[in-house]
């Protein structure tokens, strides 16, 4: 029903920015909400952005990344994206998309049921 697969991760130095991409396939109806995560070694998954799958396409960012990260997409190649700007070593993890059902601002990983395979982003000082 949905498979999500995401790009564009690297290692990159301070103050870099970076464009992550999750190209989506999705049966209509099966998603309502596309959501990056992101999960540094020794801790726990953490909630990055959401937007939502639906024709205004709403968007919400983590108080963490907001102002430096944001969410968008296009349509027409069904992929959503993660702008990092200004990176810092702190924003090193692995960063997945996932799909969730909810349009309840969904913030946790629990509220997703899709999940790509990540991509790591490496940020050196």
């Known amino acids: 029903q949905v498979q999500l697969v995401e790009s564009g991760g690297g290692l990159v130095q301070a103050g870099d920015s970076l464009t992550l991409s999750c190209a989506a396939s999705?049966?209509?109806?099966?998603?309502?909400?596309i959501g990056w995560f992101r999960q540094a070694p020794g801790k726990e998954r953490e909630f990055v952005a959401w937007?939502?799958?639906?024709?205004?396409?709403?968007?919400f960012v983590a108080d963490s990344v907001k102002g430096r990260f944001a969410i968008s997409r296009d349509n027409a190649k069904n992929t959503v994206y993660l702008q990092m700007n200004s990176l810092k070593p702190e924003d090193t993890a692995i960063y997945y998309c996932?799909?969730?059902?909810?349009?309840?601002?969904?913030?946790?990983?629990?509220?997703?049921?899709?999940w790509g395979q990540g991509t790591q982003v490496t940020v050196s000082s």
């Open positions: 996932a799909s969730s059902m909810s349009t309840l601002s969904p913030r946790t990983p629990r509220e997703y049921g899709f």
């Open positions: 937007i939502t799958a639906l024709r205004l396409g709403s968007t």
């Open positions: 999705i049966r209509s109806g099966s998603a309502r909400t």
